[in-house]
T-cell receptor
């Protein structure tokens, strides 16, 4: 089975600073990978998904970007954080014949 | 228009009783999947149960069952014999299977379940 790691677990950043969140997956090759954001008390919003190295699709236009430099690594970045970027960021991968998405432990980002 | 609607922002249930969390969905596709996830206060999203649109029987996983009524486009989660550890947010999600959808999930806004001792 697959294991998803996310780093860091929590992060407090000032407005205007850069951001880099990392997601790595073990136990599979060429996974579909997803970045979601959850604002406080809200549901999940899909930000990006990737079907392979260098292949990124954006669902929501914003100041965030994603990259997939390696098969099992997915990175979420920003050059300048906004207050509205605060939230809980979850990485997910898809597995099984039902294409169920399984999530990593998440990164809680607070922008001050 | 919302594709996944969870009309209960919060629910209370007595320990050991059963509870039903409502979910309705909107799609014109014939092929789709429905999911329920649990999110405790720690934040992790835990997969609970899956129902495929072509599955004729309701899905069950331990104390969780999915009451799937296709004509009414509802996929309610039933938790039997509630436990204190069931207190959490519960999200309903749908995967549409049209070409190019890449299996992306659409989530509802969630229901906060509180189990009373």
């Amino acid at each position: 089975s697959q294991t998803i790691h996310q780093w860091p677990a929590t992060l407090v950043q000032p407005v205007g600073s850069p951001l880099s969140l990392e997601c790595t997956v073990e136990g599979t090759s060429n996974p579909n990978l997803y970045w979601y954001r959850q604002a406080a008390g809200r549901g999940l919003q899909l930000l990006f998904y990737s079907v392979g190295i260098g292949q990124i699709s954006s669902e929501v236009p914003q100041n965030l970007s994603a990259s997939r430099p390696q098969d099992r690594q997915f990175i979420l970045s920003s050059k300048k954080l906004l207050l509205s970027d605060s939230g809980f960021y979850l990485c997910a991968t898809r597995q099984g014949f039902t294409d169920t998405q399984y999530f990593g432990p998440g990164t809680r980002l607070t922008v001050l | 228009a919302q594709k996944i609607t969870q009309t209960q922002p919060g629910m209370f249930v007595q320990e050991k009783e059963a509870v039903t969390l409502d979910c309705t969905y909107d799609t014109s596709d014939q092929s789709y999947g429905l999911f329920w996830y649990k999110q405790p206060s720690s934040g992790e999203m835990i997969f609970l149960i899956y129902q495929g649109s072509y599955d004729e029987q309701n899905a069950t996983e331990g104390r969780y069952s999915l009451n799937f009524q296709k004509a009414r486009k509802s996929a309610n989660l039933v938790i039997s014999a509630s436990q204190l550890g069931d207190s959490a947010m519960y999200f309903c999600a749908m995967r549409e299977d049209y070409g190019g959808s890449q299996g992306n999930l659409i989530f509802g806004k969630g229901t906060k379940l509180s189990v009373k001792p």
